[in-house]
């Protein structure tokens, strides 16, 4: 193979406004430019080059991620003046204060802009079994228990919020008195029917008042049978057939919501807890997203009357199964992305379409996993694993320069001000946010049991925090790794044999790519290359006062066993192709919806004023399309630096 020398650039960027970052940056930086004696560079399959200053482009970042952790724990308040927003966000990071520093392919960047409508970045799920979820079919399972359709709607809005109070107990009502207005016996059978399967745990009779029919709800047997029902392990079993299987399976189609908001969204239209759905994997918010998704005993017919009332969602391809979900049992995603208003030329976008079609790119961790504020979650989670939890409780809840709710910087500034929690948390119209939680925790378990009142937050949140922690040693390190040796394989890096990796001897390098080699997350169940990037993680480790020798935590939930994780993916499945346009509200390819409905293709100039790259690939769980597309551009994919550029095309 041609050996082409590694082309080094250097980057001056401003670095990011908070003195903790700052710091950061120089211990970071100290480690990154130690002696690159032993390079063999001359041998790598293509030039590494760092970010150019003169690369500009106009993407707006996104993400897709497969991991619930990785949901945002704070939302910005992005909307407003957008040059006001950008002044805000020259407090937040950049891809370098998180080790994103490396190419790997030699071809010059261009700029277009991503997800300028959330509908021109399309997420298809692909399943253990390899096949690509798609919303198809609207039909639902032909079933003899199944109610008729006037079962929802035969209960008025006023009955219904009657039914729920008294399922939940939410009020002293011992029953509910339905009149029954035509009186039927076929009508009374269907409100009998709507009570039982709408509100599962209520019981029905008929009875005569004044010479009128009336349907009784009630609780058959208390508030303890109510509370066993409910759970999902012992679900409620009338009226389920035994030959059915116990979970529907369905498509779910979303535009513009997260997995979890949309989980939300369906338990609360159907009355039950958001606990009795499974998904394989979270899919990305603003974006168009398909992915299976599994419900206990809820019919297909129950799901697909919310058809007729949900916005942004569809429910189709129906079935019913003895299994529910698990996260992470999928095989990836296929992506369907549009970038607009791109300036390469054909050259420059077909070297970049083959190169990340036959070389891939760096696996980084992307920028969301590190936040959107000027304290990134790899802060606190250094200071988790430090044992210093003032240090978190102050992390969490201190001002902070930057793009944040109105009602967040109150409450910061109080805590500030006070330090009273009870005063804090009154500034606090939603409670469930992170510092919301903490403050709860420290109210009630005072200012000296930080560890129980950071307890109140979710595990999966906790835990979130010190994953970002590895993934951002894991950037670092791998940008190292790729500096110092470029893209082959090199004796002392690992390789995984099964599921046990292993060190490359000197005889057996040349039977390994770097496609097959990986590095590990920090932890106490990994090993560490056998070459200086070995020394180095131990070094990055000691200047954030962690022995990487010792990663077990006294509080078991924080102890970090590591994981390895390749270092260039190479995706499958890419396609792309060139289109011109005039008109940036018009959608440039048509989705499974579209396909439903009938919509035709959409026409387009064949010498517009605007051209861009519709490109497709599919990539396995855990990675991230955004450092696909960066790969791509060559440029910052950061929204401090998006927003910097985009001020005047937001306005």
């Known amino acids: 193979m041609e050996t082409v020398e590694m082309n080094s650039v250097s980057l001056k960027r401003p670095r990011s406004e908070d003195d903790v970052a700052n710091a950061d940056e120089i211990k970071r930086q100290k480690i990154l430019d130690k002696s690159k004696a032993g390079n063999n560079s001359g041998q790598s399959i293509e030039n590494v080059t760092e970010q150019p200053e003169d690369m500009k482009s106009e993407i707006i970042p996104n993400e897709e991620s497969e991991e619930q952790e990785e949901e945002e724990l704070e939302d910005s308040d992005e909307d407003g003046d957008p040059e006001s927003f950008a002044d805000m966000m020259k407090h937040g990071l950049t891809e370098r204060d998180v080790g994103i520093t490396k190419f790997v392919s030699s071809h010059k960047g261009f700029s277009g802009i991503l997800k300028e409508r959330y509908s021109d970045f399309v997420v298809h799920e692909i399943g253990k079994d390899g096949r690509v979820s798609h919303l198809d079919d609207f039909s639902v399972p032909v079933d003899d228990e199944d109610p008729s359709e006037e079962t929802f709607t035969v209960l008025s809005d006023e009955d219904k919020q009657r039914l729920e109070e008294l399922q939940l107990f939410k009020n002293k009502e ?121 419900v206990l005993r809820i019919t297909a017919q129950r799901l697909a009357h919310l058809n007729k009332c949900l916005m942004n969602f569809k429910l189709g391809n129906f079935s019913y ?173 690992l390789i995984l044999k099964g599921a046990t990796a292993v060190h490359i001897e000197e005889g057996d390098v040349d039977n390994y790519t770097i496609h097959d080699v990986v590095m590990p997350l920090p932890g106490f169940d990994v090993i560490y290359p056998k070459h200086k990037i070995g020394e180095a993680y131990k070094e990055m480790l000691v200047a954030d006062n962690l022995d990487i020798n010792n990663m077990r935590h006294k509080i078991r939930d924080y102890s970090l066993s590591g994981a390895y994780r390749k270092i260039i993916i190479r995706p499958q499945n890419v396609n792309w192709e060139v289109v011109a346009y005039d008109d940036p509200k018009i959608p440039l390819f048509t989705t499974d919806l579209d396909k439903l409905e009938g919509k035709p293709l959409p026409v387009l100039p064949t010498d517009g004023k605007f051209r861009a790259l519709k490109m497709e690939f599919s990539l396995p769980p855990s990675t991230y399309a955004t450092m696909a597309i960066r790969e791509v551009l060559k440029m910052d994919t950061s929204i401090k630096n998006q927003t910097q550029l985009n001020t005047t095309w937001l306005r």
């Open 174 to 294: 011992t029953s509910v008195a339905i009149e029954v207005i035509e009186d039927t016996k076929e009508k009374r059978t269907i409100i009998h029917q709507a009570v039982k399967s709408l509100f599962p745990g209520l019981e029905t009779k008929t009875e005569d008042r004044d010479g009128k029919k009336y349907i009784i709800a009630y609780h058959a047997a208390g508030k303890k049978a109510l509370a066993k029902v409910r759970t999902a392990t012992d679900p409620r079993k009338h009226s389920w057939p035994k030959s059915r299987g116990s979970y529907c399976h369905f498509v779910l189609y979303k535009e513009n919501k997260d997995t979890m908001d949309a989980i939300n969204v369906l338990s609360k239209f159907l009355r039950v807890k958001p606990n009795i759905f499974s998904y394989m994997g979270t899919k990305d918010k603003r974006a168009i997203t398909v992915q299976e998704i599994a």
């Open 321 to 493: 199964k003895n299994h529910p979900l698990k996260l992470g049992e999928l095989q990836g995603n296929h992506f369907t992305v549009v970038l607009r208003n791109i300036t390469g030329t054909d050259d420059q976008i077909e070297q970049a379409m083959h190169s990340l079609r036959e070389i891939g790119f760096i696996n980084y961790y992307g920028m969301q996993r590190f936040g959107t504020t000027a304290v990134p979650t790899y802060q606190i989670g250094r200071a988790i694993l430090q044992n210093s939890w003032n240090e978190v409780m102050d992390l969490i809840l201190k001002p902070r320069p930057g793009a944040e709710k109105g009602y967040l910087v109150k409450c910061r500034e109080e805590w500030a001000k006070t330090k009273d929690p009870a005063a804090a948390l009154k500034k606090l119209p939603v409670k469930r946010c992170v510092e919301g939680q903490l403050l709860r925790g420290l109210l009630k378990y005072g200012m000296k049991n930080i560890i129980s009142a950071f307890g109140i937050i979710p595990r999966n949140n906790r835990l979130m925090y010190i994953h970002s922690y590895q993934s951002y040693v894991w950037n670092n390190m791998v940008s190292k790794r790729i500096e110092e040796y470029g893209l082959r394989a090199v004796p002392g890096d």
